[in-house]
C-alpha cells in the first residue's frame, strides 16, 4: 500500500510570505552555517512571546519557591524530552526509509523547535487563563463583539484556544509588535496537535482546535503543500505532531509531580515510589527523587517511541488521531491512574484556588476596557479624536505610531490585535494591567 504522506513533503522548509516580500519559487536552500529549522530555533528563542513564558504559570501561580516550574522552563524541558523521542524515531525512520538518510538529520530539531512554541500562546495564569477568557466572554458576547464581528470570530473568542493562538504567533509575519515569527512549515506541523478550527465538532467537543478563522489560509496552504489533506477536506496530523505531544504529556505528568513536592502539597516518598513504578524499578526507594524522575522519563520516551513505531502504518497513512499514551503499555495505567488522581488535591489547593478566582475579574477587566476603547477608535478613526480614557488604555498596549498607522482598520482586525495582547500578558503583566484600569495606584 501507497503511503498517503511523503516525507520530502513533510519536512518541508517552506515559510509564510511577509506582506513585503514575494514567496521564493523552490524551497531555499539550506545555508553551511544554519538549516531552517535552526533558523526556526532561534526566532523562538530570541522572540518576546517565548521569553514572557518565564513569567507565566505552568500550574501553581506566582510560586513562592524560585525553581517551582514555569511555563517557559516548561518548553524548554517538554523540547528536551521531545529531541530525545525523535532522535529514536529518526534512527527508525532511517531504517524504514534508507533513500531519506539525509533528509530525516532534520528531524530532532523541527521536533524541538515545535515542543519549544506549544505553549507560546497560552495566556496568563495557565489553563484557568483561557476558561476565564471562555466564561467573561460568554458572558458580555455582545458587550465585545457587536454585529458587525464575523461568527467565525465570535466562535474563536468565545472557545478562545492557546493553541491556536500559538499557531497565529508561530506562522504569521505581518505583526512584529506581536511577535509573529513566520516559522517553517514542518515546525508548524509539529506542534499542531489539534488539526482543525473552532467550527468545527471536535472544537465543540473537546474544546481543543488548532486555527482560529484569521489563520485559516495560513493553515490551509501549509496542509496542501505538506500533503495532509484527505479526501474528505479533513486535514492530518503531522507524524511529528505525535512526538511533540507525548514529549508534554511526559513532562508535565512527571514534573508537576515533583513540583508537588516543593510545593509541600506531597511529602516526597510515595512521588518518588511513583516514579520509580513507571521506571519498572520498585524497591530502590535509596534513589534520590532526581534520578527517579529521570528514570522514569526515560522509560516513558522509551514507550512513547514503541508505541510511535507499532502506530507507525497508520500514521503515514494519514489514518492515526489518537495520541501515543492512549496506547501504552497496560502496567502503565496504574502510574496515569494515581497521578489522575494527585492531580485533583494539586488543582483544589487553596494558593492556586484566589489566583484563579482572581484571574476570571481581571482578564475581563482588561479584554472590557480595550474593547471598548478599540470601538470609540474605530468610530472616530484617529488616536488623537478619541475620548481621555479609551486613549489611556490603548497606551498600555500600543505605540501612538502605531495607533495611528492602522486606525483604518475594522474593529474586527483590533480586536485580534487585543486578544494578542491580553494573551501574551505575563501573571504579573496582567495583575499590574487590571489595576491601572481599574485606578488602583501602587507606590
Known amino acids: 500500500m501507497t503511503a498517503a504522506l511523503s516525507w520530502p513533503h513533510l519536512l518541508s522548509v517552506q515559510r509564510i510570505s511577509s506582506p513585503r516580500e514575494q514567496p521564493p519559487a523552490t524551497a531555499p536552500v539550506h545555508s553551511a552555517e544554519r538549516n531552517a529549522f535552526e533558523s526556526d530555533y532561534d526566532r523562538v528563542v530570541f522572540s518576546e512571546p517565548f521569553r514572557r513564558l518565564a513569567k507565566k504559570t505552568q500550574v501553581h501561580p506566582l510560586a513562592p519557591n524560585d525553581h517551582i516550574h514555569n511555563r517557559l522552563i516548561h518548553s524548554i524541558e517538554v523540547a528536551s524530552v521531545g529531541r530525545s523521542i525523535a532522535k529514536k524515531v529518526q534512527h527508525f525512520l532511517r531504517q524504514q526509509h534508507p533513500h531519506h538518510t539525509e533528509l530525516f538529520k532534520s528531524i530532532p530539531l523541527a521536533v524541538q523547535v515545535g515542543c519549544l512554541i506549544h505553549d507560546i500562546g497560552n495566556p496568563p495564569f495557565g489553563h484557568a487563563g483561557e476558561y476565564a477568557i471562555r466564561e467573561w466572554m460568554a458572558a ?7 454585529p458587525e464581528v464575523s461568527t467565525a470570530t465570535r466562535r474563536d473568542l468565545l472557545l478562545f484556544e492557546g493553541n491556536a493562538q500559538g499557531f497565529r504567533l508561530a506562522a504569521r509575519a505581518d505583526n512584529p509588535c506581536s511577535g509573529y515569527m513566520r516559522l517553517t512549515f514542518a515546525s508548524l506541523g509539529s ?11 471536535r472544537a465543540q467537543e473537546a474544546k481543543k482546535f488548532s486555527v482560529f478563522a484569521s489563520e485559516a489560509e495560513i493553515f490551509a496552504r501549509m496542509a496542501h503543500t505538506m500533503g495532509l489533506m484527505r479526501p474528505d477536506g479533513s486535514v492530518a496530523r503531522h507524524p511529528l505532531s505525535f512526538l511533540s505531544e507525548a514529549a508534554d504529556d511526559i513532562c508535565y505528568r512527571i514534573l508537576d509531580m515533583e513540583d508537588a513536592v516543593s510545593m509541600r502539597i ?13 521506571a519498572g524499578m520498585d524497591g530502590d526507594s535509596a534513589l534520590p527523587i532526581a534520578k527517579a524522575r529521570g528514570k522514569a522519563i526515560a522509560a516513558l520516551i522509551d514507550e512513547s517511541v514503541r508505541v510511535f513505531i507499532h502506530s507507525y502504518p497508520a500514521i503515514i497513512n494519514a489514518e492515526h488521531t489518537n495520541d501515543l499514551k492512549r496506547d501504552f503499555s497496560s502496567r502503565f495505567d496504574d502510574g496515569f491512574a494515581e497521578i489522575a488522581t494527585m492531580y485533583t488535591e494539586i488543582f483544589s489547593h487553596r494558593a492556586k484556588l484566589r489566583y484563579e478566582l482572581g484571574a476570571y475579574k481581571m482578564v475581563g477587566r482588561i479584554i472590557k476596557a480595550f474593547s471598548l476603547a478599540l470601538q470609540s477608535l474605530c468610530k472616530t478613526k484617529d488616536y488623537h479624536a478619541s475620548p481621555f480614557i479609551s486613549r489611556k488604555c490603548l497606551d498600555l498596549a500600543w505605540d501612538v505610531e502605531y495607533i495611528q498607522q492602522h486606525r483604518f482598520e475594522s474593529y474586527e482586525w483590533w480586536l485580534r490585535q487585543a486578544f494578542d495582547f491580553v494573551s501574551g500578558l505575563t501573571d504579573n503583566y496582567a495583575m499590574q494591567i487590571s489595576s491601572e484600569i481599574e485606578g488602583i495606584l501602587t507606590a
Open 266 to 278: 506531597f511529602p516526597e516518598k510515595p512521588v518518588k515510589e511513583l516514579f520509580l513504578r513507571l
Open 140 to 146: 458580555h458576547i455582545e458587550m465585545i463583539c457587536p
Open 191 to 201: 506542534m499542531i496537535k489539534y488539526p482543525w478550527a473552532s467550527t468545527d465538532p
